[in-house]
């Protein structure tokens, strides 16, 4: 069977793999390479554009730093997760404040949360978009400040994890779970299909 290279810091991603049998090879930036800044959004991009870009982006650089490495032939996964408010595009918070605003924001509302997934092995390349619906409930300010407290928004999109505590406030998901959590395994099994590579069934 062919390798896998997760070229993902995120810890969710690798465990979501494992959950279909896939045991990645971690593929990470190397020192040098501002992978933050691939995230910037251009002016009046819609959120499902800015994913798929994010992720084609991702994947080039992982292709290009797989060479730079001259490690051994296999298939190279990258992802990327917004969270849209309309045609706003939530990402990462900057602060407590930014965290904060975010969350008021998505209180009692509902929200997509968009996954793109991109696979590419030598020349050629599969991806695919998962896009979720997600609904909390009326967000207390005393819950938003003490989860924002607990640091658990930085470096989520949209400020915060389905896997966190805040699912208690979660009144409705009509999508992919996995795909909130940051990698939808329906469609990323289909493509690691499509690449020679076979989940657990």
Known sequence: MSLLYLASQSPRRRQLLAQIGIEPTLLLPERGEDAEALEDVLPGELPAAYVQRVTALKLRAAVARHARQGLAPGVILCADTTV??????????????????????????????????????????????????????????????????????F?????????????????????????????PLFE?????????LAPKP
């Open 84 to 153: 849209a408010l309309g045609r706003r595009i939530l990402g990462k918070p900057a602060d407590a404040a930014d965290a904060t605003a975010t969350l008021t924001a998505l209180s009692g509302r509902t929200h997509r949360v968009l996954t793109a997934v991109a696979l590419q092995a030598g020349r050629r390349r599969w991806q695919a978009v998962q896009v979720s619906r997600v609904r909390f409930a009326v967000l207390p300010p005393a819950v938003i400040a003490a989860y924002v407290a607990g640091g658990e928004p």
């Open 188 to 196: 990323t099994a289909q493509l690691l299909r499509q690449a020679g």
């Open 155 to 183: 470096g989520k999109a949209g400020s915060y994890a389905i896997q966190s505590g805040l699912a208690g406030w979660i009144a409705h998901i009509d999508g992919s779970h996995s795909g909130i959590m940051g990698l």
